[in-house]
Nanobody
Framework: QVQLVESGGGLVQAGGSLRLSCTAS????????MGWFRQAPGKEREFVAA????????SYADSVKGRFAISRDNAKNTMYLQMNSLKPEDTAVYYC????????????????????WGQGTQVTVSS
């Protein structure tokens, strides 16, 4: 069973940048497709970005496309989310997730496609 720990959240002004990290332990990282989700107060958890087990394929929510970049380093058991041009509406708790589904180079955008979750890291963007 893999354990996931997010880091890198914080308070930033609108237009600023943050880089989130998700470090995995307890499993073979390259055996998992990975994703980032976020949840704002009073809202459902929503998809942000995902990459395939190799990192060769990525997908993004329309709301972050062109501003966020997902990547992974399988040698370091770590996934990243580079967030640029942040907006107040990006404020949320950000979660990383791991999926045992590694069919081809697919990415996954629904929470029920993921098996393991981190505890989340808060990102707050001030206007």
């Amino acid at each position: 069973q893999v354990q996931l720990v997010e880091s890198g959240g914080g308070l930033v002004q609108a237009g600023g940048s943050l880089r989130l990290s998700c470090t995995a332990s307890g499993g073979t990282f390259s055996n998992y497709a990975m994703g980032w989700f976020r949840q704002a107060p009073g809202k459902e958890r929503e998809f942000v970005a995902a990459n395939s087990w190799s990192g060769g394929r990525t997908s993004y929510a329309d709301s972050v496309k062109g501003r966020f970049a997902i990547s992974r380093d399988n040698a370091k058991n770590t996934m990243y989310l580079q967030m640029n041009s942040l907006k107040p509406e990006d404020t949320a708790v950000y979660y990383c997730a791991a999926s045992r589904r590694i069919y081809g180079s697919r990415t996954y955008a629904y929470p029920n496609e993921y098996n393991y979750w981190g505890q989340g890291t808060q990102v707050t963007v001030s206007s």
